[in-house]
T-cell receptor
Framework: ETGVTQTPRHLVMGMTNKKSLKCEQHLGHNAMYWYKQSAKKPLELMFVYNFKEQTENNSVPSRFSPECPNSSHLFLHLHTLQPEDSALYLC?????????????FGEGSRLTVL | GDSVTQMEGPVTLSEEAFLTINCTYTATGYPSLFWYVQYPGEGLQLLLKATKADDKGSNKGFEATYRKETTSFHLEKGSVQVSDSAVYFCALSELQGAQKLVFGQGTRLTINP
């Protein structure tokens, strides 16, 4: 069983829908991340939460809204998305504080926007 | 800003061939360097890392050496197996703030029996 669990694994939504992606980590980590993985592009860091506080917003459009209610859970709320937002959304976690570099990733949520 | 450039893929090799996947980076400081691997249908997982110049990271027969003079961190394996088929990502960590990783675009590797 993976230490980082993402649901749903697959999501299809229209441009007017509102949906949410969920991430849960069972590793006791204090930092959580959302990355976007698109075909033929580098992974794009979207948001970072460190000890439940958002420490990074990488110029992400407001139609993506993160929520981190505690150190174990991270959500990505989606509304009024565009077809170009179709991608694999990866959640990751790590120990907070000093950089060690190892992120633990979930298997991703494959999003298709029609 | 900091960036990572990997060799274009896809790469297709026969089993037991020698593998090199090139990675170069641009950074203002002295980052740590990483290789992550993504097997089909799975998330990324750390393969190896190096935290300072001339360090060699190794794992599962893979190696990479942190070369500051050429700003490179090429991944190598002497004899690949079919099970090594995956997407490989080179990454660097910025030293400020939380554990922010900057990734390359990934290189898809296919090993044929």
């Amino acid at each position: 069983e993976t230490g980082v669990t993402q649901t749903p694994r697959h999501l299809v939504m229209g441009m007017t829908n509102k949906k949410s992606l969920k991430c849960e980590q069972h590793l006791g980590h204090n930092a959580m991340y959302w990355y976007k993985q698109s075909a033929k592009k580098p992974l794009e860091l979207m948001f970072v939460y460190n000890f439940k506080e958002q420490t990074e917003n990488n110029s992400v459009p407001s139609r993506f809204s993160p929520e981190c209610p505690n150190s174990s859970h991270l959500f990505l709320h989606l509304h009024t998305l565009q077809p170009e937002d179709s991608a694999l959304y990866l959640c990751a976690s790590s120990q907070g504080g000093r950089v060690t570099g190892e992120l633990f990733f979930g298997e991703g949520s494959r999003l298709t926007v029609l | 800003g900091d960036s990572v450039t990997q060799m274009e893929g896809p790469v297709t090799l026969s089993e037991e061939a020698f593998l090199t996947i090139n990675c170069t980076y641009t950074a203002t400081g002295y980052p740590s360097l990483f290789w992550y691997v993504q097997y089909p249908g799975e998330g990324l997982q750390l393969l190896l890392k190096a935290t300072k110049a001339d360090d060699k990271g190794s794992n599962k027969g893979f190696e990479a050496t942190y070369r500051k003079e050429t700003t490179s961190f090429h991944l190598e394996k002497g004899s690949v197996q079919v099970s090594d088929s995956a997407v490989y990502f080179c990454a660097l960590s910025e030293l400020q703030g939380a554990q922010k990783l900057v990734f390359g675009q990934g290189t898809r590797l296919t090993i044929n029996p």
